[in-house]
């Protein structure tokens, strides 16, 4: 559907009629619920921004502009608190995670999607049974395990205590199994037939070729485990080994909530984030565009 809008005047300079202009309203619309929604998404974080830049006196004013922007809570955060120690923390737990998840998942649903083995579809199904199952469950057997097994005791077990629950997934089995599905079994048959191991056509062939998919994957497991809360605040007993998330929560207290290195805290806990997604992205697009080439 098209609007013809008219013209000031019809006739150009030579005397030709000019070519009446023409509004796509479908594409219009479409640019507009696009607008409202990046304003929507956007909005939060400015504001988030804009308030780690207000003093004290600034934050209960309800101003969306800082009247006197400072950098005093970004200071406070970064040189009286844990913070660098906190955000280590969170980029080693979600790293290794992501790492472990990305490895291990696209190797079992390689598995499952390319070989053929009595119960394989019931594994399979098993596997997507415990999405089913909530996290606040797992808590106490994870906790007595881990309580059982003496991990705080040590560094490394202390991390790996905080890690375990993420090292693998099941939607990460998921997905990378509908995405090995979509790989042509001939393919994979040619390396064989050229002497390449098995373990050779899935590092060298296979993985390349569903490489949106790990993108993907990356991100959610990231992000993920960037966030996590409720599991590294039960099972974290020493202050050292506390991630950003269970760290920023110390400054809301009884004393009262410090909104302004919330703010700050939060501000710089976003950039791993946008790194992460930076990396990522172009693997996503090709593997939309490759997706529709398909079709």
Do not use: C, H
């Not at 409202?36 to 400015?46: A, D, E, K, N, R």
């Amino acid at each position: 559907m098209t609007t013809t809008l008219p013209t000031p005047d019809a006739r150009d300079s030579a005397g030709n009629p000019r070519p009446r202009r023409r509004v796509n309203t479908p594409l219009l619309l479409a640019y507009l619920v696009l607008t409202v929604g990046i304003v929507v998404t956007l909005f939060p974080f400015m504001w988030m921004l804009l308030t780690s830049l207000k003093g004290f006196q600034e934050l209960f004013n309800l101003s969306f502009l800082p009247q006197a922007p400072t950098l005093d809570n970004y200071r406070q955060v970064l040189l009286e608190t844990r913070f660098i120690q906190w955000f280590a923390n969170s980029l080693l737990v979600a790293g290794v995670t992501t790492a472990s998840v990305l490895f291990f998942d696209s190797m079992v649903g390689y598995t499952l999607a390319k070989f053929d083995f009595p119960g394989k579809n019931l594994i399979f199904i098993l596997i997507l049974s415990t999405l089913m199952i909530p996290t606040e469950m797992l808590v106490i057997p994870w906790f007595v395990g881990v309580s059982d097994l003496q991990l705080s005791r040590s560094v490394p077990g202390a991390y790996f205590s905080i890690m375990f629950p993420g090292l693998m997934s099941a939607f990460g089995v998921f997905l990378m199994r509908q995405f090995f599905e979509t790989l042509p079994d001939d393919l994979l048959e040619a390396a064989r037939i050229d002497g390449m191991s098995e373990f050779g056509i899935f590092w060298r062939i296979a993985l390349p070729l569903v490489r949106p998919a790990l993108a993907s994957l990356a991100i959610f497991t990231f992000l993920g485990n960037w966030n996590a809360f409720l599991w590294p605040l039960i099972v974290i007993q020493k202050p050292e080994f506390r991630t950003l998330p269970v760290g920023t929560a110390l400054f809301n207290g009884e004393a009262g909530t410090q909104w302004g290195l919330i703010m700050a805290a939060s501000s710089l806990a976003v950039i791993p984030v946008l790194i992460v997604f930076a990396i990522f992205q172009k693997q996503i697009i090709e593997g939309i565009v490759l997706t529709g080439m398909k079709g």
